[in-house]
């Protein structure tokens, strides 16, 4: 069992920085590929960004390239997303998520955060 807590959202202007982060419990932190959804009002949840176990590998949503990075600490158990140059329509409730594999899909995840509002204004 894993639990995921998810902290750091907020309101903020448009080309404006948040940092999101994920604690989990537990001492299988590291064996999971870690990943970031969204979801938007009246929109289905939708990939952000994932990482591999160790870190080394990641991948992201065409939407947010170049502007967030995802990255964990496994030492502090901890996944984090910088997200840069933010726009309106990063607007969304941004869930971390815990899977087994290295992929996008989120039918694929074991294990979902409760989530964290994050709202850019224009």
């Known amino acids: 069992q894993v639990q995921l807590v998810e902290s750091g959202g907020g309101l903020v202007q448009a080309g404006g920085s948040l940092r999101l982060s994920c604690a989990a419990s537990?001492?299988?932190?590291?064996?999971?590929?870690m990943g970031w959804f969204r979801q938007a009002p009246g929109k289905e949840r939708e990939f952000v960004a994932v990482?591999?176990?160790?870190?080394?590998?990641?991948y992201y949503a065409d939407s947010v390239k170049g502007r967030f990075t995802i990255s964990r600490d496994n030492a502090k158990n901890t996944l984090y997303l910088q997200m840069n140059s933010l726009k309106p329509e990063d607007t969304a409730v941004y869930y971390c998520?815990?899977?087994?594999?290295?992929?996008?899909?989120?039918?694929?995840?074991?294990?979902w955060g409760q989530g964290t509002q994050v709202t850019v204004s224009s």
């Open positions: 998520a815990a899977r087994r594999t290295y992929g996008v899909g989120s039918k694929e995840v074991d294990y």
């Open positions: 537990g001492r299988t932190f590291s064996s999971y590929a």
């Open positions: 990482i591999n176990r160790s870190g080394g590998s990641t």
